[in-house]
């Protein structure tokens, strides 16, 4: 038997869940987040269990909130995030063809979130939303908080896409956006690192698998092109959603130097660059209107240890906040979701 009771706490509006006369969890959210906070009334409450007998619940509350913080459990090790993550999904996915600097955890499958340099600020993304394949479900576990910032802010994609002009939308169904990177320049990832092989066969194979033009040249480069999404439904809901990295491939997404000198030298150069789907540029001004959308719309929550963050990577993007002091979050992702399913580019 499931029954809930309602309980206000301070202006947030709180369910607490009872199965068999037993309360295991309470279940809070704020009226202005895409997050619910779900928390054990008992220590006995072991997180895999609960998230195994109750995927439905937690199905539900993504597709309505998008983001779901577990806090209170006990979840010290990446063994214990890794255990939680499993009983959601016995296929933890590999972060091949990445864009961005990160190391494999002690446990297959479990990453370091990206290792940008502590006074940087990483801007708001949904998790591969620049190639036609992307995971469904993203996993963060704060084994370490920050002493000051290092929070994982967050943005609802439906929003983000509602608050752009419907010109500018339309537009970029119509036209999609083509990403195109350079490895070996030496400012960016190498292509071993980003396919995660030493293997050029690899590579060729996987390109050919996902739709990425490829061409190697010089003595380590390799240079890809591939056509993407903009904007997408999401398979469940049917919501429009902004899905897609342009603003930060970008070159607009650069200090202006580093833009400009890269803008006036050898375009093989330039580590990555994104242009409409037809190969013509897209200006700063409109990438400017995108990110203006992803700030009016972040929400963070600051990290607590222990703490397992899960999100839907097509109705929530992420991000990370500037942080001093240690700091170790590690990141999973599950259910490899195939775009050409529900796209919207080139309607």
């Not at 195994?52 to 913080?69: H, I, T």
């Not at 996993?139 to 439906?158: E, K």
């Not at 833009?259 to 994104?274: F, H, N, Y």
């Not at 719309?297 to 109705?315: A, C, S």
Request: glycine share 8%; aromatic share 10%.
């Amino acid at each position: 038997m499931t029954a809930t009771s309602p309980m206000s706490v301070r202006g947030i509006r709180r369910r607490v869940v009872v199965s068999g006369m037993q309360e295991l969890v309470s279940v809070s959210h704020s009226p202005h987040s895409v997050i619910s906070v779900i928390e054990p009334t008992a220590p006995s409450v072991d997180l895999g269990h609960w998230v195994r007998a109750n995927r439905s619940r937690v199905e539900g509350l993504l597709g309505e909130r998008g983001a779901v913080l577990f806090r209170g459990f006990s979840v010290s090790a990446a063994e214990d995030f890794h255990a939680v993550v499993k009983s959601w999904s016995p296929e933890l996915l590999n972060y091949t063809y990445g864009s961005t600097p990160r190391s494999r955890a002690d446990v297959a499958g479990v990453y370091t979130s990206t290792e940008y340099p502590a006074d940087q600020t990483i801007p708001q993304h949904n998790e591969m939303a620049y190639a036609r394949i992307w995971p469904t479900y993203l996993w963060f576990y704060c084994h370490q908080a920050a002493v000051t910032g290092g929070a994982t802010p967050l943005a609802d994609s439906r929003r983000v896409a509602a608050r752009l002009d419907r010109s500018l939308l339309d537009e970029f169904v119509r036209r999609g956006v083509r990403y195109v990177r350079n490895y070996g320049t030496g400012f960016d990832l190498s292509w071993q690192q980003a396919f995660e092989t030493e293997d050029r066969t690899e590579v060729e194979a996987l390109c050919r698998a996902q739709g990425i033009e490829f061409t190697w040249y010089g003595d380590d480069g390799l240079r890809t092109s591939q056509l993407c999404q903009a904007v997408i439904e999401h398979p469940v809901t049917g919501a429009e959603l902004w899905f897609n990295q342009a603003h930060l491939f970008h070159t607009s997404a650069l200090p202006a130097e580093v833009s400009a000198e890269l803008l006036d030298g050898d375009p093989a150069e330039i580590p990555r660059q994104v242009y409409f789907g037809d190969g013509e540029s897209i200006e700063d001004a409109v990438l400017d209107e995108v990110r203006a959308a992803f700030d009016a719309e972040t929400v963070r929550e600051p990290w607590q240890e222990g703490d397992v963050l899960l999100i839907d990577n097509m109705l929530v993007s992420h991000g990370r906040d500037p942080y001093e002091g240690p700091r170790r979050v590690l990141v999973a992702m599950t259910d490899e979701h195939d775009g050409s399913q529900n796209e919207r580019t080139g309607e």
